[in-house]
Structures are given as structure tokens and as C-alpha cells.
């Protein structure tokens, strides 16, 4: 089974400070996919990213950015310049069993960006 | 365009009722799928349908709980003889077919046991 380890319970930053969420995964499978959500005080769940396995190559979306590191089964998220909009638990989620496509989320890290 | 919506955002029911609730996902997602979320936890899956196939069940999915998609389009989920421990968000989330295509979620169901 998957299993995904988010060990930074709880983050606080000042805004426009740089801040990085940890993601740190397994899995059995040979070929998998790696998201991301963030869940706002609002409760919907908002998806960020998706990731496979073949493509170890870092991604930049605006302030967002992620690095995938397939030997450490690392998938870490950074967020540049915060923002006090950005003040949401943030879930990794490796993809299941392939065929099985449900997600397994972790406990999340709760990012408060202090104005 | 309207993204996956759930009714109702809040049940509060007494231990032992029944409860039934109802997710309609994205138009053109074939893909729709149940999860719960606890306070402080992330959400587990429970289960999943593509069209109005139920293709896969957690083990959390206990014989309480039942899913249906009847004609592929919403989705319900009931939850019979209800016990403090079912006290939850439930989730809906909608996707297109493939290999792990983005999941869209709802806003969510929650339940509170009395």
C-alpha cells in the first residue's frame, strides 16, 4: 500500500517569506503519480499538482514550485513570497495501486502565513 | 462551468438513523469517488465508480455503508444505523477516465452524531 509522511505538523511564516512543505512517500510500484492539494479554512480541497514517476523534471507554476527526487521518494513543495491566501493544510497524496485510482493522504501540514 | 457539488453541507442526526447524501460530479467526469475526513486527519478513501460501476471499496466501507451510482451520473451514500464513529466530512470527488487523472472535489457533507 501507499504511505505518505508529511512531518511538519504545523508551519508559520511572516509573509513574503519563502517556505518549503516537505513530502517524503512509499510505494511498491514501479510507475506512480504524486499530487498535491490544499485544503483552505473553507474546506474544499483544491487540486495543485499532479506528478508521475517518469518525469523527474522540477515544476514552477507562478510562486509555486515543487521538486521530485525519485531516489529519496521525496516530493517537496515550495511557495515563494507568501501570502496570507496561502494560509491552508496542504495534503501530498501518492496516487494507489495502479487501476485502483484513489489517493492516500497524508495528516497534511498546516501552513499559516502571518501578515 | 459548475464543479462537483454535494447536498447537504451539514446533516446532524441521532445515533441509529439512517442518512443518505448525495454527490453530483463534474458534466463530463466519469469518474466519482467517496472520501471521509476526520478532524486533524487527511481524507481515506471509502470507495470509487466509473460510470455506474462501483469498482473499488476500502475496507473502511463497513456494511453500513452503501454506495450507489445508478445511471452514472450522482452518486448517494447512506449510512445506516449510525454510530458516533461515523461523525465525519464526506467527501465527493469527480474526475475524467484515465490513469489518475485530478481528482475535483466538492465541499463536502459533514455529519455530526448526536
Known amino acids: 500500500a501507499q504511505k505518505v509522511t508529511q512531518a511538519q505538523t504545523e508551519i508559520s511564516v511572516v509573509e513574503k517569506e519563502d517556505v518549503t512543505l516537505d513530502c517524503v512517500y512509499e510505494?511498491?510500484?514501479?510507475?506512480?503519480?504524486l499530487f498535491w492539494y490544499k485544503q483552505p479554512p473553507s474546506g474544499e480541497l483544491v487540486f495543485l499538482i499532479r506528478r508521475n514517476s517518469f518525469d523527474e523534471q522540477n515544476e514552477i507554476s507562478g510562486r509555486y514550485s515543487w521538486n521530485f527526487q525519485k531516489s529519496t521518494s521525496s516530493f517537496n513543495f515550495t511557495i515563494t513570497a507568501s501570502q496570507v491566501v496561502d494560509s491552508a493544510v496542504y495534503f501530498c497524496?501518492?496516487?494507489?495501486?495502479?487501476?485502483?485510482?484513489?489517493?492516500?493522504f497524508g495528516t497534511g501540514t498546516r501552513l499559516t502565513v502571518i501578515p | 462551468d459548475t464543479g462537483v457539488s454535494q447536498d447537504p453541507r451539514h446533516k446532524i442526526t441521532k445515533r441509529g438513523q439512517n442518512v443518505t447524501f448525495r454527490c453530483d460530479p463534474i458534466s463530463e467526469h466519469n469518474r466519482l469517488y467517496w472520501y471521509r475526513q476526520t478532524l486533524g486527519q487527511g481524507p481515506e478513501f471509502l470507495t470509487y465508480?466509473?460510470?455506474?460501476?462501483?469498482?473499488?471499496k476500502s475496507r473502511l466501507l463497513s456494511d453500513r455503508f452503501s454506495a450507489e451510482r445508478p445511471k452514472g451520473s450522482f452518486s448517494t451514500l447512506e449510512i445506516q444505523r449510525t454510530e458516533q464513529g461515523d461523525s465525519a466530512m464526506y467527501l465527493c470527488a469527480s474526475s475524467l477516465q484515465g490513469n489518475f487523472q485530478p481528482q475535483h472535489f466538492g465541499d463536502g457533507t459533514r455529519l455530526s452524531i448526536l
Open positions: 497524496a501518492p496516487g494507489g495501486q495502479t487501476g485502483a485510482n484513489n489517493l492516500f
Open positions: 465508480f466509473q460510470n455506474e460501476a462501483q469498482l473499488e
Open positions: 510505494t511498491r510500484d514501479t510507475t506512480y503519480y
